[in-house]
């Protein structure tokens, strides 16, 4: 029902009281739909808060240099370890120094150089590369999942927003009827139940306005929160978000496109071809590695020497090092690939919750504006006109009021949880179903 409609009906119950300033209040009531309907600051704009979101939330610069440090780790994994130079001498306590009378004194250089076995460094390098991709694929989680929190945070502010006009709106509005009720009892045409009914709801009203504004300020920390704001800065009201554009994708298009673009499934897709390649490692640790040595040692009385040492290591206990290395690496491909499974099974219960929510918010919503609202419409300018010649009394008309004051409420809800269930759709399956520009909503009040 529009807010017209209950203005020319309060007229009309102005015109049955008989009061003298029966203009007087029709004019005001008109003025307060029109003064509320008004902004007088700019609008928090959906796409301005996505915007400032993506930039100064915390949580985007730690994904982002928790992926740039990981990717660091590649050129450290594929490297050759650092060779090892020693110094050494024989002779005199003084360091370097050499006993000129003794051919066994001399001064020595060593160095010394592993080299792991082919495929090693490479297999190394592979598993690190691995991580950071997952870490990469992390940042687009973090991005997706910001982006739809700040998208329901916003719908749910915008949401509690409306509710407390429309019921700033209810309350004024059921002032008039309280004092056309008192007006009517002090004339004899009205009955003192009336009246006390009338400031009954009026109290319940007033509990209820306590509690909206106490969930819209909740409602505007959480945005400033993910804003990287002081939870207690002053936030403007909220544009209009667009009404309902219908959900044009099937749910098997959606499971389709989630297993595709889901970053969640793409990073358990990268660990579990990381547990395969350190599996690969596991195996390749039973052979041995190398290790090169030079040594260089001058002799004062005799002539100068060189050596060379080659070295590898003997895995002698496989049993406990190497073959339950290479049992740990199958423990951890099997746990990957079902956690791979797990995020698999978890997107598409998501999927499908969204997309029921979803489809009952737009059934919902159709059936608000097209059947609810305005049969409680019909049924309240009924109810009033039957007031008007005695054969309906006031609490029904009470009832009805209220009734479709509560629909407009329900259907901001719906419209709210709507958006909200495409903005988790968006960040399961990278769609854009959501307008982040706003501008007048297109829903019926």
Same mark, same amino acid.
């Given at each position: ?91 005199? #306590? ?19 150089? *592993? ?20 870490? +990469? ?28 006009? #429309? ?14 009720? *008192? ?17 009954? *709801? ?38 209009? #978000? ?103 099974? *978890? ?60 629909? +407009? ?37």
């Amino acid at each position: 029902m529009s807010r017209n409609a209950i203005t020319r009906a309060l007229a009309g119950l102005v015109a049955l009281a008989g009061l003298a300033a029966q203009s007087q209040t029709q004019n005001t009531i008109q003025a307060h739909v029109v003064a509320d309907s008004g902004q007088s600051s700019p609008a928090l704009r959906l796409d301005e808060v996505v915007r400032e979101a993506l930039q100064n939330n915390p949580a985007i610069q730690s994904a982002l240099h928790n992926a740039q440090a990981e990717r660091r780790r590649i050129p450290q994994a594929s490297s050759l370890p650092d060779p090892k130079v020693s110094v050494n001498w024989m002779g005199n #306590i003084t360091p370097f120094s050499v006993q000129t009378n003794d051919p066994s004194s001399y001064r020595g250089l060593a160095a010394m150089q *592993e080299l792991p076995f082919p495929g090693k460094r490479s297999l190394r390098g592979k598993i690190a590369g691995k991580e950071a991709d997952a870490a +990469q694929v992390g940042v687009e989680a973090v991005r997706r999942r910001l982006v739809a929190e700040i998208k329901t945070a916003y719908y749910d502010y915008w949401y509690l927003d409306k509710a407390l006009q #429309i019921t700033l709106q209810n309350k004024d509005l059921l002032r008039k009827l309280s004092q056309i009720t *008192e007006a009517r009892y002090r004339v004899g045409k009205g009955i003192q139940q009336d009246v006390l009914k009338s400031q009954v *709801e009026l109290s319940l009203l007033l509990q209820k306005i306590t509690v909206l504004q106490q969930q819209r300020a909740t409602a505007a920390a959480r945005l400033n929160a993910l804003l990287g704001r002081p939870p207690e800065q002053a936030l403007p009201a909220p544009a209009d #978000i667009p009404g309902t554009t219908p959900l044009n994708y099937s749910l098997d298009q959606l499971y389709g496109l989630a297993d595709r673009t889901d970053p969640g499934l793409q990073r358990e897709q990268r660990m579990v071809e990381r547990s395969q390649l350190a599996a690969n490692l596991a195996h390749k640790d039973y052979y041995p590695d190398l290790a090169v040595g030079y040594m260089y040692e001058q002799r004062p009385l005799l002539p100068d020497m060189h050596g060379f040492t080659f070295t590898v290591n003997i895995p002698v206990f496989y049993k406990s090092k190497q073959r339950q290395e290479v049992a740990e690496a199958g423990e951890q491909a099997a746990a990957a690939e079902n956690n791979r499974q797990n995020r698999q099974n *978890e997107l598409d219960f998501q999927v499908k919750q969204q997309y029921l929510a979803a489809k009952a918010s737009e059934q919902l919503l159709q059936l608000y504006s097209q059947g609810v609202v305005p049969q409680s419409s019909l049924a309240l300018e009924s109810s009033m006109a039957a007031y008007q010649v005695g054969t309906v009394d006031f609490l029904s008309v009470l009832a009805n009021f209220s009734t479709v004051l509560n629909y +407009q409420v329900d259907y901001y809800r719906e419209l709210a949880n709507y958006q909200s269930s495409l903005a988790q759709l968006e960040s399961l399956t990278g769609l854009e179903l959501t307008t982040a520009s706003t501008g007048p909503a297109s829903g019926k009040e």
